[in-house]
């Protein structure tokens, strides 16, 4: 497990986290400058923090209390940069060989040649960095770094320079290239909620400095703690709403014309509270409707993806955005346009207080 309580301050901007991880990847999520790399850093031990401390697997790597400053190379943690920070002047073998330095020569040939293998790169042992293509260079810097067999993995956006063809492959080859051969935990810095959604078992949202909410991805989803781990988290409907009603399980709310039901959850109702809904979980109907929070409405705006297509819509006055799978909106197309629903499935909302 690695626990980690610090505070690093760098002029104006301070860095206030804590949170445990244990095996699995678990996402850092956040918008520009708000203390990804950071909190990476801090933890191999590039960066050193004023205060606080970081226990990896119950050995301490930092502690302030104590005076103690594990050196970076002694940390046993293998660090993915962003660009992957291949040795341009050393071969696929060679950088793979570079942190196995403490090794006799023949154990060396050994781990790299079996390395090697199972990232699939055989044929490429002694291509340079500029002769792989960008999948190559991932499997190589993984290679670099699962080669020395740390106990933690840290993936500074991975994918950030690719495009979203490549990016989808390299998503899925690095998710199998860690079930495969890594144990450890994985911390993995993204600033997209679909890729951290896509790879990781829980996500950590972050905002200036601080962690917002931890947790299985699922209920970070479903449930943000805030406004603004709702829009990190890419939440695209939020509306101010007034509480008319509160009964056991549900509310009932009012914002501007439109009054409809949202399940309770953790958050105490007040009078006054946001209301969120994602923009796949809105559903569109044509024709009559018995279901409850189905409102008529009007598309305002339809944009046309590859296999979905978003949507706004008007629904009296409030504009809502939708993301549809295409195989599941063929009225979108016939002629029941002007009369299409609205429905918000009312466990989809979510509740939160409203930030001054
Ligand atoms: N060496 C440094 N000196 C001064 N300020 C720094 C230094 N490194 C980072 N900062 C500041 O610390 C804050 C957090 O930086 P960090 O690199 O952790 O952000 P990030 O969340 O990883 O952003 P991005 O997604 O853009 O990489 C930023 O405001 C940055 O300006």
């Given at each position: 497990?690695?626990e980690?309580?610090?505070?690093?301050?760098?002029?104006k901007?301070t860095?206030?986290?804590s949170?445990?991880?244990?095996?699995?990847?678990?996402?850092?999520?956040?918008?520009?400058?708000?203390?990804?790399s950071?909190t990476?850093?801090c933890i191999?031990?590039?960066?050193?923090?004023?205060?606080?401390?970081?226990l990896l697997?119950?050995?301490?790597?930092?502690?302030?209390?104590?005076?103690l400053?594990?050196?970076?190379?002694?940390?046993?943690?293998?660090?993915?940069?962003?660009n992957?920070?291949?040795f341009?002047?050393?071969?696929?073998?060679?950088?793979i060989?570079?942190?196995?330095?403490?090794?006799d020569?023949t154990?060396?040939?050994?781990?790299?040649a079996?390395m090697?293998?199972?990232?699939?790169?055989?044929g490429?042992?002694?291509?340079?960095p500029?002769?792989?293509?960008?999948?190559?260079?991932?499997?190589?810097?993984?290679a670099r770094?699962?080669?020395t067999?740390?106990d933690?993995?840290?993936?500074?956006?991975?994918?950030?320079?690719?495009?979203?063809?490549?990016k989808?492959?390299?998503?899925?080859?690095?998710?199998q290239?860690?079930?495969?051969?890594?144990?450890?935990?994985?911390?993995?810095v993204?600033?997209?909620?679909e890729?951290?959604y896509?790879?990781?078992?829980?996500?950590?949202?972050?905002d200036?400095?601080?962690?917002?909410?931890?947790g299985?991805?699922?209920d970070?989803?479903?449930?943000?703690?805030?406004?603004?781990?709702?829009r990190?988290?890419g939440?695209?409907?939020?509306?101010?709403?007034?509480?008319?009603?509160?009964?056991?399980?549900?509310?009932?709310?009012e914002?501007?014309q439109?009054?409809?039901k949202?399940?309770?959850?953790?958050?105490?109702?007040?009078?006054?509270?946001?209301?969120?809904?994602?923009?796949?979980?809105?559903r569109l109907?044509?024709?009559v409707?018995?279901?409850?929070?189905v409102?008529e409405?009007?598309?305002?705006?339809?944009v046309?993806?590859?296999?979905?297509?978003?949507l706004?819509?008007?629904c009296?006055?409030?504009?809502?955005?939708l993301?549809?799978?295409?195989?599941s909106?063929?009225?979108l197309?016939?002629?029941d346009?002007?009369?299409?629903?609205?429905?918000?499935p009312?466990?989809r909302?979510?509740?939160?207080e409203?930030e001054?």
């Open positions: 497990m690695l980690v309580s610090i505070r690093k301050t760098f002029g901007f860095l206030q986290t949170f445990t991880a244990e095996k699995g990847v678990l996402g850092i999520l956040g918008s520009s400058g708000c203390g990804k950071m990476l850093k191999a031990g590039l960066q050193k923090p004023d205060s606080g401390s970081i697997n119950g050995k301490p790597l930092f502690s302030s209390g104590s005076n400053d594990v050196p970076s190379r002694k940390r046993n943690i293998g660090y993915v940069f962003q992957y920070a291949l341009p002047h050393l071969t696929v073998s060679q950088n060989a570079y942190g196995l330095g403490h090794l020569r154990q060396h040939k050994a781990k790299v079996s090697v293998q199972r990232m699939q790169l055989s490429h042992a002694h291509h340079y500029f002769q792989l293509s960008g999948g190559q260079q991932q499997r190589c810097a993984l770094t699962l080669v067999e740390p933690l993995l840290l993936l500074d956006e991975p994918f950030s320079a690719l495009d979203t063809h490549i989808h492959l390299l998503e899925k080859e690095l998710i290239i860690i079930q495969e051969n890594f144990d450890g935990i994985v911390l993995l993204t600033h997209n909620i890729e951290a896509r790879i990781c078992d829980r996500i950590m949202v972050m200036q400095g601080r962690n917002l909410q931890i299985a991805k699922e970070i989803i479903s449930n943000p703690v805030s406004l603004t781990a709702a990190i988290t939440c695209k409907n939020l509306f101010d709403v007034r509480v008319l009603e509160e009964h056991e399980g549900h509310v009932l709310l914002a501007g439109l009054v409809f949202a399940q309770k959850n953790h958050t105490p109702v007040s009078r006054h509270m946001v209301a969120g809904i994602r923009a796949h979980h809105l109907h044509s024709g409707s018995h279901k409850e929070n409102f409405c009007e598309v305002v705006e339809k046309e993806g590859v296999f979905s297509t978003t706004q819509v008007d009296r006055g409030l504009l809502f955005q993301e549809i799978a295409k195989a909106c063929p009225h197309t016939g002629t346009r002007g009369r299409l629903r609205l429905h918000i009312m466990k909302v979510f509740l939160m409203p001054v």
